[in-house]
């Protein structure tokens, strides 16, 4: 079957954060990270089927849920887990944020490398402990763990977790196993426990490449690991709140859920269904999304490349694009860009780099030529102001 990604879809008055934050204006939103896509329709009939009973309440993830999920990992990416290392949650970033909680005591240290999604770098401080940023290193338009600084960072005896990103937000990268192997190494070396977001796992836009989990990649390393997962960015999910965490060192997992215990609510049950309907029915729309947003990652790299000055490494995964526009220089970029382009970009600062703006790029072709047009124009003169 061939499913519709061209078409425009309206999604002004569904409260939608990213459309209603430019409400009553003409400008194009491509911040917050969803899809301006339907989500695919076999997960919307398995919804609509569930709504013939009017009943919901308090829901186990039942034996076909955990079922859907084991086969997807162990298709997807040659991963044999056992339905006890399962810990069901509403989102990821509850599961990042009781990771926090979970080890290590006041003041102990959290690791991260920045840019990162803006959460990884809140965190730690509600929870009392230190964040310790370890920024990633740029050379050529190519990020990459900076492992000696690392290691440095690990070495402090207050150091106790490490939060991984991968593939990562924002820069795009689809680290490959050395990569991953090397930040594990560091983590057996000063006993760290890992907790890795790969809440992004398939969106792979580099075809010749595949998305390996942390813990596949470093399969001795597993039991000082938390691998957290949904379908919700992959199969156009967000906000429908269906998380996993993955954690197969059973003190490890005691310890997670001793922290999440009355503080983390379960999964709801519409979300079990949506999470099931995807990983059972529809690897075709998988596919097809790929393909699209290959196309529309090329026509962005095509207009930046145009642009003097302007930035950015090449996305090898996810569909946020990371645009180092330090060249324009601009006090307040994202307003400037609103102002000057009619376009809503995420600013670069929360992330950890205010030189950089993220662009969404999940949507149509349509909207996506259109933004690229205003925001050519509006490169264009400003480059012209500061010639
Ligand atoms: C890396 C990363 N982690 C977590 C989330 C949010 O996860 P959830 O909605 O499941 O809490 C996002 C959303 O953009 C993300 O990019």
Known sequence: MQYDFDTVLDRKNTDSIKWDKYAGTDIIPLWVADMDFPMPPP???????????????????GDSVVEATLEHLKQSYGWTVDPEWLVWLPGVVSGLS???????????????SSPIYYHFLGIAEPAGRELVDVPLREKDNHWSFDIPALEKAAANPRAKLLMLCSPHNPVGRLFDAEELQAVMAIARQYDLVVVSDEIHDGIVLDEERAFIPTAVACPEDTDRLVTLMSPSKMYNLAGNNCSYAIISD????AQFNYHAKGAIPPATP???????????????????????????????QTSVDKLDGLRMPRLEATYLAWIDISNLRLNDAPTWFEQHARLGFSPGEPFGDANYIRINLACSRTTLREA???????????????A
């Open 43 to 61: 997960v919307h009939h398995a919804l609509m089927e569930r709504m013939q009973h009017p009943a919901l309440g308090y829901t186990i993830a």
């Open 98 to 112: 009781n990771a926090c909680r979970a080890w290590g005591e006041a003041g102990d240290h959290m690791i991260t």
């Open 250 to 253: 059973p003190t490890l997992r």
């Open 270 to 300: 519409l979300s079990y269904v949506a999470l099931e309907a995807s990983y059972r029915h529809c690897d075709e729309w998988r596919d097809q999304l790929l393909e699209y947003l290959r196309g529309n990652r090329d026509l962005l």
């Open 372 to 386: 690229l047009n205003r925001f050519e124009q509006a490169v264009q003169a400003r480059l012209q102001e500061l």
